[in-house]
């Protein structure tokens, strides 16, 4: 039984990895060149007056921010999209006329959806490193956090772009709204800058937002810290939540 | 005495704005029989299949398959069935031989015979040299034998197909009708929906006509042609004599 489930959700991802092997341009945007003009984008705003070791910290600030960008964007805008074409072209039906659970559906997008997560942080940081920003990430404590860190986002992420696409009344309404939230998420939370410079109210607004708590613990760990057991607690009970919601409406028989 | 493949009692189906697709539908589907529905566009050929393979749950009635209650265990009945939508979409990105290959490993088959049960299907599709092309590059009458195959994937005993051979030439008819046969040959119960009257004819053992949510006349060809009022006798005009007309009720052992 367990294993045929292993077997069901791994035939869900290589479906969908074909389509990542095939289509590459606009996973490639969305993990890596949006995130990287980001990253440049913010260090060219901070300009390079600022004391050596806060202009350090800044640069970390801004991978981290790059990471949650590439995150938010595969996960939401990129996968979001793909799940919303399956529905609208028909392609869900193959699904759903067979004996596989829902829930294998969800989990062999979610693995897909880790995939994309896991190349899109770790080629990020391969090109923070070759331009010459110290990443004091060493200890395999460090990488482990940040491992957890970028699975509980991408769980919570994903989730999201499972809901939007189950309750979309029509493609062109859910990819507007992918589009909206993959970069809203980012662009509403303290990503970039730190929460003292948001006015009031976003900052009220961005303490519900996954990507706060993923920035800050992508901040901590890639800056050598290893205290983010608050901000993990918090992105573990977001992500459960949009999972479970996730979960519950993607149902295969309408009514 | 064994369960018939299908049967179905006082199928009711009323959407929520109160339209009623389905009223009060009877039927069975005997073992090894290919049963044919015919009926006007909108008539309820469409939601009475989507009922039967559990994409769309009745407002009431019941429906077994081989026994299974299909409304309240709709996973075990769809492990026996095969089901080929109206509008299915493919996946582009997969070439044709793994498409196939993946959709059997879905439907339970161990990746050896799901690759051999695809390469077979191939052939049997005529595809052979098609086989490692994308999906992308096919015709609407290719996609839509594949679409025939995948239904046909690991040999289930039951096959629901909608309107299977829309879009296909002279040719690719032949093919599935062939196959549709062969899978009879090879003890599957058949029940498709179609809009040629020669296919109903030729392939059918018995001929169902839905008109509004009814299901007005079932029988062999030569049970529904002796009923007509006129002499002509073709199934053709039995359609357009029963298409709003009452019930000619030919088999009330069966009910």
Wanted: net charge positive.
């Amino acid at each position: 039984m367990i294993r045929r489930r292993l077997d069901d959700i791994a035939c869900v991802f290589l479906i969908h990895l074909a389509r990542l092997r095939a289509e590459a341009g606009p996973f490639v945007l969305a993990a890596f060149v949006f995130p990287l003009g980001m990253y440049f984008f913010a260090g060219a705003v901070a300009g390079s007056s600022s004391p050596p070791a806060e202009a350090s910290a800044n640069h970390l600030r801004f991978l981290a921010g790059s990471i949650v960008f590439s995150m938010s964007l595969t996960a939401i805008s990129w996968l979001g999209y793909l799940l919303l074409e399956n529905r609208f072209t028909g392609r869900l039906k193959l699904f759903s006329t067979l004996p596989l659970a829902p829930s294998s559906y969800v989990l062999g997008i979610l693995l897909f959806s880790l995939s994309h997560a896991t190349l899109g942080t770790a080629a990020l940081l391969l090109i923070a490193r070759a331009s010459g920003v110290a990443v004091p990430l060493h200890s395999a404590a460090g990488f482990g956090l940040l491992a957890v860190t970028i699975v509980l986002t991408m769980l919570c992420v994903s989730g999201v772009a499972v809901i939007i696409a189950a309750r979309a009344r029509s493609f062109t309404e859910g990819s507007l709204l992918t589009d909206a939230l993959g970069a809203g998420l980012v662009l509403l939370a303290p990503v970039y800058y730190g929460p003292d410079v948001l006015p009031r109210a976003l900052q009220l607004i961005s303490r519900l937002l996954p990507t706060t708590y993923a920035a800050r613990s992508v901040q901590a760990t890639l800056s050598g810290r290893l205290g983010v057991g608050q901000d993990l607690l918090i992105l573990s009970l977001m992500a459960a939540a949009s999972l479970s919601a996730g979960f519950r409406l993607m149902k295969w028989r309408e009514d | 005495m064994l369960d018939p493949a299908v049967r179905v009692r006082n199928l009711v189906k009323r959407y929520a704005d109160g339209t009623e697709a389905s009223r009060g539908i009877d039927l069975d589907v005997r073992r090894g029989e290919i049963l044919a529905i015919v009926g006007a566009n909108g008539a309820g050929k469409t939601t009475f299949l989507r009922q039967l393979t559990t994409e769309l749950r009745p407002t009431s009635g019941a429906i077994t398959i081989f026994g299974i209650d299909a409304v309240s265990a709709p996973g075990r009945a769809k492990r026996l069935m095969g089901v080929s939508p109206q509008e299915a979409g493919l996946f582009e990105t997969l070439g044709v031989r793994r498409h196939l290959e993946l959709f059997a490993r879905l439907k339970g088959l161990p990746r050896r015979a799901a690759g051999a049960a695809a390469r077979e299907l191939v052939i049997a599709l005529g595809l052979a040299t098609e086989a490692e092309r994308r999906i992308s590059g096919l015709s609407g009458g290719q996609r839509r034998r594949i679409l025939i195959g995948l239904a046909l994937l690991g040999r289930p005993p039951l096959l629901v197909l909608d309107e299977p051979t829309t879009g296909l030439d002279p040719a690719g008819r032949r093919l599935v009708w062939g196959l549709l046969k062969r899978a009879r040959g090879e003890g599957a119960s058949i029940i498709f929906s179609t809009h040629y009257m020669e296919e109903a004819e030729g392939l059918g053992d018995r001929v169902g006509v839905i008109s509004a949510g009814r299901l007005t006349a079932l029988g062999t060809v030569a049970e529904l042609t002796a009923r007509l009022s006129s002499a002509s006798g073709s199934l053709e005009d039995v359609y357009f004599e029963l298409a709003g007309g009452c019930f000619i009720d030919l088999e009330p052992a069966a009910k």
